[in-house]
């Protein structure tokens, strides 16, 4: 029989290894800040190099970029000021990714008169295999590449998919981790669409 002072050690050291698993799980979830310096600056991004960059949330500005798409044209999100957008962290080999990949294009293929834009980074594929799967699928919006995942790295993105709703004014309206249905994406549509 243990006596109480080693049962009183034993609980105490799962309690310790339950908060740090915790704490992990916090880190995991809501991301690390980002190393200061050139390390922690996507190319292509206008950060000063001294910047932190916290992890993207609802309500911040969504961090930009450029990434070039599968025809080799350079896409600035930026430059897309003032249209609601759906960046998409994606990857080839992800089951989930490609059951929502429909929805996603059927939503781009209905509102894009609207000015609605669909960004598909892609986690550092060959070019290769991202327009295979474009095709194959027949998705009409735009497939971005993300060569080393610097900027799925600066959205501190880690489940795929991961999809962030920005509106007009360029900040972060929604976001989703992880398969969304028809009508979760309707959801997170109608807080970027016009009323």
């Known amino acids: 029989m243990d006596s109480p002072s080693s ?28 190393a200061q310096g050139a390390a922690a600056t996507p190319a292509g ?5 001294n910047s ?20 080799g044209r350079d ?4 430059s897309l000021n003032g249209q609601p957008i759906l960046i998409n962290f994606w990857a080839t080999w992800c089951g989930p990714c490609e059951i929502e990949m429909p929805a996603i294009d059927a939503a781009y293929r209905k509102y894009r008169d609207q000015g609605f834009v669909v960004l598909a980074v892609d ?9 295979v799967f ?9 497939a971005l590449l993300d060569p080393g995942t610097k900027v799925t ?11 962030f709703f920005v509106g007009r004014n360029g900040r972060i309206l929604s976001m989703q981790i992880g398969t969304m249905t028809e009508k979760q994406l309707e959801g997170h549509l ?4 016009p009323k």
């Open 7 to 34: 049962t009183r050690a034993t609980l105490l050291i799962m309690g310790g290894g339950m908060l740090i698993g915790l704490a992990i799980g916090a880190l995991v979830l809501i991301g690390l800040p980002a």
């Open 45 to 49: 991004t206008n950060a000063n190099n």
């Open 52 to 71: 932190n960059f916290p992890a993207p949330i609802v309500g911040s500005p969504a961090p930009d970029f450029t990434l070039k798409n599968i025809e």
């Open 75 to 78: 896409i600035r999100l930026s």
């Open 123 to 131: 986690d550092d594929e060959p070019l290769a295999d991202v327009v």
């Open 134 to 142: 474009f095709k194959k699928h027949n998705l009409a919006f735009e």
């Open 153 to 163: 790295d600066l959205y501190r993105v880690r489940a795929f998919p991961t999809s």
């Open 190 to 193: 109608e807080r970027i669409l």
